[in-house]
């Protein structure tokens, strides 16, 4: 007893240390449970909240950019604006000579976005995450879409009741299911962690037909983005004569290290899809 | 004693926040994301008792790993680095510095280079590692690892040299 004693007395620093060094790899690998995240990342109260007043000195050096944005965000929007209403005049007209069955849903109609803003945002570390100011209370749940104008930003990780941290694109965990614009082929787009501008579109087949500055969109084969999101364009092609699959190089739409605003897409019938979903697996 | 505690304290908080909010917003070169941070590490008195110094450590490496969204790569680190750093300074130098506070000052320039370095490399290497976790992108890490280290070393210098 007395030498088990003097024992833990002479390596008391190295159990200390091999303990705390446990405990680290424990919390490393269990960064994506449920109830640990709760209290262990940017999602609580606390350092949310001292991210959320960092952001609130720093929104202003990018107010310029963000305004060019905003204007040529209008701009598109006018358009579009102007085109949906020669669209509807025209189907008012049709409607008027035979009637038009009402049953049709709109395809709109089956998303809805929540704004929120980005409070904390990483492009050069290997796996990065966003943290926004909206959470559960705001009717953002874990698997939802994170767009922003200019195209795809990620998927909600975690959420808590004012704050989520959202999986970025650039995190190699991130899978985006896209396809190209031209041939509908579609694949995957995964970051190597390398280059935040950069991405690589993975599975396109051979057969498909690619070009280079293609646009590269989402697929619309999942509950989490509608289809049709740019994604990004096609920066170079490689193709070796013993593989099945294209390596594409894409140029990603959303510039990552100016977001500010991001929309989180809510799909109404997000639920009743999965269930079915898990009844065919059954 | 109870002075030295605090101003223990403040440094640990003003480090932790300007890590997380000065140093991490370092998007535009794309490669380099310094951590300051270990100053602290490094600065702590060479005979504080061992047990303190790695619990220290392990808190430090929390506090920026709830920060970061990180898990607890930043802890092991630390406490690795903590852990190494008693071995260190007394293979380093064969002289017996217990209760110095290490600074350029007592150590000398190039001596404190040398004690820096070798702690701050350990220190990102671990961290570029675990953070990559696959040998796939080793050279990126490394080369990570080499930039940074270079990077923290310097404004660990600066720091040093204000202080004075």
Redo the contacts between chains.
């Keep these: 007893m007395e030498n088990l004693i003097r024992f833990f007395q002479r390596f008391?620093?190295l159990l200390?240390?091999i303990v705390?060094?446990i405990?680290?790899?424990?919390?490393?690998?269990?960064?994506n449970n449920y109830h640990l995240s709760m209290?262990?990342?940017?999602s609580?109260a606390v350092?949310g909240g001292?991210?959320q007043m960092?952001n609130g000195v720093?929104e202003y050096f990018g107010l310029r950019h963000k305004n060019e944005g905003l204007s040529d965000e209008n701009n598109r929007l006018k358009n579009e604006n102007q085109q949906l209403r020669k669209q509807l005049a025209a189907y008012q007209s049709l409607k008027d000579k035979r009637a038009v069955a009402d049953t049709l849903v709109p395809v709109s109609e089956q998303y809805t976005y929540i704004r929120a803003k980005v409070i904390?945002n990483?492009?050069?570390?290997?796996?990065n995450?966003l943290?926004i100011n909206k959470g559960l209370r705001d009717g953002i749940r874990p698997d939802m879409g994170v767009v922003c104008a200019d195209g795809v930003v990620g998927i909600v990780m975690h959420a808590s009741q004012h704050y989520s941290?959202v999986l970025s694109m650039l995190n190699p965990n991130s899978r985006i299911s896209s396809r190209l614009d031209s041939c509908r082929n579609f694949g995957s787009v995964v970051w190597d962690?390398?280059?935040?501008d950069r991405c690589d579109l993975i599975e396109i087949p051979r057969h498909a037909k690619v070009h280079e500055g293609e646009k590269v969109i989402t697929s619309g084969f999942s509950s989490i983005f509608p289809e049709g999101i740019p994604v990004g364009t096609v920066h170079s092609i490689e193709l070796k004569p013993s593989d099945n699959f294209y390596n594409i190089t894409i140029d990603l739409a959303t510039d990552f290290?100016r977001l500010s605003y991001v929309e989180v897409i809510a799909y109404t019938h997000r639920d009743e899809m999965v269930e079915l979903e898990k009844e065919v697996k059954k | 004693m109870g002075n030295s505690v605090l101003k223990y304290a403040f440094q640990f908080i003003i480090l932790v926040?300007l890590q997380?909010?000065l140093f991490?917003?370092?998007?535009?070169?794309?490669?380099?994301?310094p951590f300051v941070y270990i100053i602290f590490l490094l600065n702590l008195p060479v005979g504080i008792s061992?047990?303190w110094s790695?619990?220290l450590a392990?808190l430090l490496?929390?506090c920026i790993?709830?920060?970061?969204?990180?898990?607890?790569?930043h802890?092991?680190a630390c406490?690795?680095v903590m852990?190494l750093r008693g071995f260190w300074i007394s293979g380093l130098f064969h002289i017996d510095y217990a209760g110095a506070v290490p600074s350029v000052r007592i150590f000398g320039l190039v001596n404190y280079s040398k004690y820096a370095i070798g702690i701050i490399f350990l220190h990102h290497a671990c961290l570029?590692l675990?953070?990559?976790f696959s040998l796939q992108?080793l050279w990126?890490a490394l080369l990570r690892t080499l930039c940074n280290t270079l990077i923290t070393f310097v404004l660990v210098l600066s720091y040093e040299f204000i202080r004075k």
């Design positions: 008391s620093a200390l240390f705390l060094e405990i680290a790899i424990v919390l490393m690998v269990n960064r209290f262990m990342n940017s609580n350092s001292f991210y960092s720093t904390n990483t492009v050069n570390n290997f796996q995450y943290t941290v962690g390398l280059n935040p290290r | 926040l997380v909010f991490g917003n370092f998007h535009y070169f794309g490669f380099i994301s061992r047990h790695l619990v392990f490496g929390l790993d709830i920060f970061y969204n990180t898990g607890g790569i802890a092991f406490v690795l852990f570029f675990l953070e990559a992108n990126v």
